[in-house]
């Protein structure tokens, strides 16, 4: 069996960045297992524009060059915020060559115990043995379906993420459900491929983010200001965005202090941008499905007695973490992990309970805050992860034969 030190799942932001921060280990064997930037090809909508802000954009890499600028001047791509999905993805496919032009395309089907670390099984049956197992596999397996919809077949319900082009709407009917990002962003793409939509959220007004009140906020209080305000790690409010992007910090406050944060800092919210573009889509607030019927159409009825008859419901419900939902993780090893509510008891290195086995990215946010649902979470992640494992390499100096000749950036 195949031998290394570390095993990486996932190459998305979190792993691309975690490789290439750990590859900075002499000697150390670091393989990375995945479909390159696979999450934001396949489940986002062809034509949606980030909504976190130029640096909050960056995938962190340990010399700080690999950014956004070094991208626009290798390749010549010209943009500026928001930044469009293609060009985010493609950046990530260029950082991606520079750090881990070895990754492994294959996935990993499953992760168990072995007493000399974790066996690693890939979707070809080959398997591995690596002292330690660095999951970073993102929020794809989270979709949250409200139970009033989790039955309905796909045809007549969808979640946001299973389509990536919505021209198939044209001409239809189409209610969408929900209050945020996601929800809002495909109101207005569906609305533009000639569908007729319509928004339900049970949120009692709309959190359009970059408003006035930001915008002079921003502008009236100057550099120094606005930077001791806001960090460049772009996630939460003026304050409370510059404890988040201190996980250690966050870490020492009380429970429901992290908690309170962590909701205020990631609430539903959708990007000013969005405004013009959802002018003729009408979004009813305060409002919730009660029941849903399938016949010719799909019939939903509200909670103020009202009645849609639809073509097509789209979920725009977001994604809720919980690591059981890793069908990769064995069983006997997930019932090992520490957890409260689907998330991971983190430690320092984004350790589990399990010795050798980090999760990064959303499940990491119970432990390290909400900073880890976002890209610029990477670099926090990969750097606590880095002194982690390479404190104990220093004191654990033998290195894992390896049999595969591993090529190095
Ligand atoms: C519609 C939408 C818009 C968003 N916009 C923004 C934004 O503007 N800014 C921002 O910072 N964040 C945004 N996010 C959040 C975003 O998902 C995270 O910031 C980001 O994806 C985190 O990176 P990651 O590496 O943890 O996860 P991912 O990017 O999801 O990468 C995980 C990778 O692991 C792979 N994988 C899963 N299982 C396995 C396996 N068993 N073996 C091998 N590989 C596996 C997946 O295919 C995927 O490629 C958005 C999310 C959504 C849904």
């Known amino acids: 069996m195949t031998v290394c030190d570390v095993v990486i799942l996932g190459a998305g932001p979190y792993g691309l960045s975690a490789a290439a921060h750990l590859r900075t280990i002499k000697g150390l064997d670091v393989r990375l297992f995945g479909q390159p930037m696979s999450f934001w090809a396949q489940k986002m909508p062809v034509g949606m524009l980030l909504r976190s802000n130029w640096t909050a954009t960056q995938i962190a890499d340990p010399n700080y060059e690999l950014t956004l600028e070094a991208y626009q001047a290798a390749t010549g791509a010209r943009f500026s915020m928001p930044v469009p999905l293609?060009?985010?993805?493609?950046?990530?496919?260029?950082?991606?060559?520079?750090v881990v032009p070895d990754v492994d395309r294959r996935n990993v089907i499953r992760v168990e115990a072995h007493r000399k670390g974790f066996r690693v099984t890939l979707d070809d049956g080959e398997t591995l043995l690596a002292r330690r197992v660095v999951t970073a596999t993102g929020i794809g397996s989270f979709v949250r379906r409200p139970a009033e919809f989790r039955d309905l077949p796909k045809e007549v319900a969808t979640h946001s993420s299973e389509h990536q082009e919505f021209s198939k709407f044209s001409g239809k009917s189409v209610l969408i459900i929900g209050g945020g990002q996601s929800a809002l962003e495909s109101a207005a793409l569906l609305h533009e491929s000639g569908a007729q939509v319509e928004?339900?959220?049970?949120?009692?007004h709309i959190?359009?983010?970059?408003?006035?009140?930001?915008?002079?906020?921003?502008?009236?209080?100057?550099?120094?200001?606005?930077?001791l305000l806001y960090a460049p790690t772009d996630v939460g409010p003026a304050g409370i965005s510059q404890l988040v992007a201190r996980p250690d910090l966050l870490r020492l406050l009380p429970r429901a202090v992290q908690d309170r944060l962590r909701k205020r800092?990631?609430?539903?919210?959708?990007?000013?941008?969005?405004?013009n573009r959802l002018q003729n889509v009408p979004i009813r607030l305060s409002r919730s499905v009660v029941s849903v019927s399938v016949g010719a159409r799909v019939k939903t009825r509200l909670d103020d007695g009202s009645e849609r008859a639809v073509d097509h419901i789209l979920l725009g419900t977001g994604y809720r973490v919980d690591i059981s939902k890793y069908q990769f993780l064995a069983p006997e090893l997930l019932e090992s992990i520490d957890r409260f509510d689907g998330f991971p008891r983190l430690n320092r290195g984004l350790e589990t309970s399990v010795p050798g086995l980090h999760i990064l990215g959303a499940p990491a946010a119970?432990?390290?805050?909400?900073?880890?649902?976002?890209?610029?979470?990477?670099?926090?992640?990969?750097?606590?992860?880095?002194?982690?494992?390479?404190?104990?390499?220093?004191?654990?100096?033998?290195?894992?034969?390896?049999s595969l000749a591993v090529a190095r950036p």
């Open 86 to 98: 293609d060009r985010f993805i493609d950046y990530g496919l260029w950082y991606q060559r520079h």
């Open 366 to 402: 119970w432990s390290f805050g909400p900073l880890m649902q976002f890209v610029s979470g990477a670099g926090y992640a990969s750097r606590s992860l880095l002194r982690c494992i390479g404190g104990s390499e220093q004191n654990e100096p033998e290195r894992a034969e390896s």
């Open 199 to 204: 928004v339900i959220s049970r949120q009692s």
């Open 265 to 275: 800092a990631v609430r539903p919210a959708g990007a000013r941008w969005l405004v």
């Open 207 to 227: 959190n359009w983010l970059g408003g006035w009140a930001s915008k002079t906020l921003h502008h009236r209080l100057g550099k120094f200001t606005r930077n």
